[in-house]
């Protein structure tokens, strides 16, 4: 792979690396402000022929069928990533501007060895099981059940976890024998066309299995849930766009797949050690400045100890310095872009505006006048009802509620339009676990517990999300079922 200053970003359509029909546009680092070059900007017709081909490739090769080609490339690929891994690490930290220790997890490595997981599962999936004889409407019948690809798959993402998201979907929907067309997100095109690159280059995927579209045009990535050619759509974004897209599916019905944002709830229950809990809950918020749709970003710990609790929250939060990416020790990198640091100054104005206070931080570090970087901020005085209590912020900000016991800990953790995760800390795990079973969320951390793995199902009740990612869940979202019903003798 060319090294960061060479790099000629292109799209992959039909097996081929190609220029965009818009030109190019620009990718910045977000922690210097510095241009790092450009990618392929896509234009319709190139959205169009990469649908083409995807189509074409499930209609008129074997892919869907041959699980051993399947398993044999996504193998290829996990291997073709790996030996690229520092090159993919220091253009992860420079685009992403992802703090260097998380490369070693969620952020790049993670990921790529998940693809083992999609592989396996494709490897040893009960593709057919057997329904057994019977006589429906006195008819005798031997009927089996078949799991099948979905088809063509486009798939829509976000600029936060780039590797994680991209081949989340990536590896899930090529075991499962779909063809697809990934569209980034126009902040991380590189992310996305490196690995593009190296599937062209360093594996044997046939022409149209996996296209990779990067466009600086919403409305390019927009005709994967208009067009008819394609089956299903597997977006991660904002609840906003998510919303977007199943009104444009709607108009062809197609399957459609949905991880959305969220507003979780940290709950403290008064047995806990307040102390620890608090000071976990701030470090969480903190990592990679906030940008995680899972982060629970509400912290709710008894009325009776609540300044207690913002002050643990805040010495933690307040000691750590938002600083550069490429150092190891750096867990608070900064936001992806001017917009979003403007977005999240924005909440921090209307969380003052609401009547409540900063325990630490608030803006802008007074040390780094260049880079999308906010200080990590605790706001305290306010309950659920403040739009800062209900609203995704998506940056280093927690925001610290009191409740007045257990059922309270869950009415506040479920007064919310989102449901996406949730932790809960007690000095006992069953009365932990009681509260774990009436939040309304997709995934639960009780006393430290850790959801995040391959084989585990991730994905949101509510406004969070439509299905589940990851695990043999994420693996069947990308599959129909056939019932084969044939007259018995
Ligand atoms: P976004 O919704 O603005 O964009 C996501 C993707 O959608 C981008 O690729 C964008 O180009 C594309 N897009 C925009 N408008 C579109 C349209 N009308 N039709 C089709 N595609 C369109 O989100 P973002 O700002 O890139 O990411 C941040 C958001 O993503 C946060 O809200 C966060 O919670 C959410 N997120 C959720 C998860 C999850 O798994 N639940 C994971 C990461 C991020």
Same mark, same amino acid.
């Given at each position: 792979?060319?090294?960061?200053?060479?790099?000629?970003?292109?799209?992959?359509? !039909?097996?081929?690396?190609?220029?965009?029909?818009?030109?190019?546009?620009?990718?910045?680092?977000? *922690?210097?402000?510095?241009?790092?070059? $450009?990618?392929? !900007?896509?234009?319709?017709?190139?959205?169009?022929?990469?649908?083409?081909?995807?189509?074409? #490739?499930?209609?008129?090769?074997?892919?869907?069928?041959?699980?051993?080609?399947?398993?044999?490339?996504?193998?290829?690929?996990?291997?073709?990533?790996?030996?690229?891994? @520092?090159? =993919?690490?220091?253009?992860?930290?420079?685009?992403?501007?992802?703090?260097?220790?998380?490369?070693?997890?969620?952020?790049?490595?993670?990921?790529?060895?998940?693809?083992?997981?999609?592989?396996?599962?494709?490897?040893?999936?009960?593709?057919?099981?057997?329904?057994?004889? #019977?006589?429906?409407?006195?008819?005798?019948?031997?009927?089996?059940?078949?799991? @099948?690809?979905?088809?063509?798959?486009?798939?829509?993402?976000?600029?936060?976890?780039?590797?994680?998201?991209?081949?989340?979907?990536?590896?899930?929907?090529? #075991? *499962?024998?779909?063809?697809?067309?990934?569209?980034?997100?126009?902040?991380?095109?590189?992310?996305?066309?490196?690995?593009?690159?190296?599937?062209?280059?360093?594996?044997?995927?046939?022409?149209?299995?996996?296209?990779?579209?990067?466009?600086?045009?919403?409305?390019?990535?927009?005709?994967?849930?208009?067009?008819?050619?394609?089956?299903?759509?597997?977006?991660?974004?904002?609840?906003?766009?998510?919303?977007?897209?199943?009104?444009?599916?709607?108009?062809?019905?197609?399957?459609?797949?949905? @991880?959305?944002?969220?507003?979780? *709830?940290?709950?403290?229950?008064?047995?806990?050690?307040?102390?620890?809990?608090?000071?976990?809950?701030?470090?969480?918020?903190?990592?990679?400045?906030?940008?995680?749709?899972?982060?629970?970003?509400?912290?709710?710990?008894?009325?009776?100890?609540?300044?207690?609790?913002?002050?643990? *929250? #805040?010495?933690?939060?307040?000691?750590?310095?938002?600083?550069?990416?490429?150092?190891?020790?750096?867990?608070?990198?900064?936001?992806?872009?001017?917009?979003?640091?403007?977005?999240?100054?924005?909440?921090?104005?209307?969380?003052?505006?609401?009547?409540?206070?900063?325990?630490?931080?608030?803006?802008?570090?007074?040390?780094?006048?260049?880079?999308?970087?906010?200080?990590?901020? $605790?706001?305290?005085?306010?309950?659920?009802?403040?739009?800062?209590?209900?609203? @995704?912020?998506?940056?280093?900000?927690?925001?610290?509620?009191?409740?007045?016991?257990?059922?309270?800990?869950?009415?506040?953790?479920?007064?919310?339009?989102?449901?996406?995760?949730?932790?809960?800390?007690?000095?006992?795990?069953?009365?932990?676990?009681?509260?774990?079973?009436?939040?309304?969320?997709?995934?639960?951390?009780?006393?430290?517990?850790?959801?995040?793995?391959? !084989?585990?199902?991730?994905?949101?009740?509510?406004?969070?999300?439509?299905?589940?990612?990851?695990? =043999?869940?994420?693996?069947?979202?990308?599959?129909?079922?056939?019932?084969?019903?044939?007259?018995?003798?």
């Amino acid at each position: 792979m060319p090294v960061l200053a060479d790099r000629q970003s292109q799209l992959l359509i !039909d097996g081929k690396l190609v220029a965009g029909g818009s030109g190019v546009f620009e990718t910045v680092n977000p *922690a210097t402000e510095e241009v790092l070059g $450009v990618a392929a !900007d896509a234009d319709a017709e190139d959205m169009g022929n990469a649908i083409e081909a995807a189509r074409r #490739a499930f209609d008129d090769t074997d892919w869907s069928t041959n699980t051993a080609l399947r398993v044999r490339c996504l193998r290829q690929l996990r291997d073709a990533l790996r030996e690229n891994v @520092e090159e =993919l690490r220091e253009l992860t930290i420079a685009e992403v501007g992802a703090p260097r220790m998380l490369t070693a997890g969620a952020q790049l490595e993670g990921p790529i060895d998940d693809l083992a997981f999609s592989a396996d599962t494709a490897e040893n999936y009960e593709w057919t099981t057997d329904l057994g004889h #019977a006589t429906p409407q006195g008819i005798p019948t031997n009927r089996k059940i078949a799991r @099948e690809a979905v088809g063509v798959v486009g798939a829509i993402t976000p600029w936060n976890f780039p590797h994680q998201i991209n081949l989340a979907k990536v590896g899930p929907a090529l #075991a *499962a024998g779909n063809t697809l067309i990934l569209k980034p997100a126009p902040d991380t095109p590189w992310a996305a066309a490196a690995v593009g690159q190296i599937i062209a280059e360093q594996t044997d995927f046939p022409a149209g299995v996996i296209n990779i579209v990067t466009s600086n045009d919403h409305s390019v990535g927009a005709l994967l849930s208009k067009d008819p050619r394609v089956d299903m759509v597997s977006f991660t974004g904002s609840t906003n766009t998510g919303r977007a897209v199943m009104t444009d599916a709607a108009l062809t019905l197609k399957k459609v797949f949905l @991880e959305l944002g969220g507003k979780s *709830a940290f709950l403290v229950l008064d047995d806990a050690d307040l102390a620890g809990a608090c000071s976990m809950a701030a470090f969480t918020v903190a990592m990679h400045a906030g940008q995680g749709c899972a982060i629970t970003t509400r912290l709710v710990v008894p009325r009776a100890r609540y300044d207690e609790a913002v002050e643990a *929250a #805040a010495a933690t939060l307040g000691g750590i310095k938002p600083g550069d990416p490429n150092s190891k020790r750096t867990v608070c990198g900064p936001l992806i872009s001017a917009r979003q640091r403007d977005r999240v100054q924005s909440y921090l104005d209307l969380a003052l505006q609401e009547g409540g206070r900063f325990a630490c931080g608030g803006g802008r570090p007074a040390d780094l006048d260049t880079g999308f970087f906010i200080e990590p901020t $605790v706001i305290a005085g306010l309950d659920n009802n403040a739009r800062v209590s209900r609203e @995704e912020i998506f940056g280093p900000v927690l925001t610290v509620i009191a409740h007045d016991g257990d059922d309270d800990a869950v009415r506040i953790a479920n007064d919310s339009p989102y449901g996406l995760s949730g932790t809960v800390f007690s000095g006992d795990d069953a009365r932990a676990q009681a509260v774990a079973a009436r939040m309304r969320v997709g995934t639960v951390n009780v006393n430290g517990g850790i959801w995040y793995s391959a !084989d585990a199902p991730f994905g949101g009740y509510k406004q969070s999300g439509v299905g589940r990612e990851m695990g =043999l869940a994420g693996f069947e979202e990308y599959t129909e079922i056939k019932c084969v019903a044939t007259l018995a003798n």
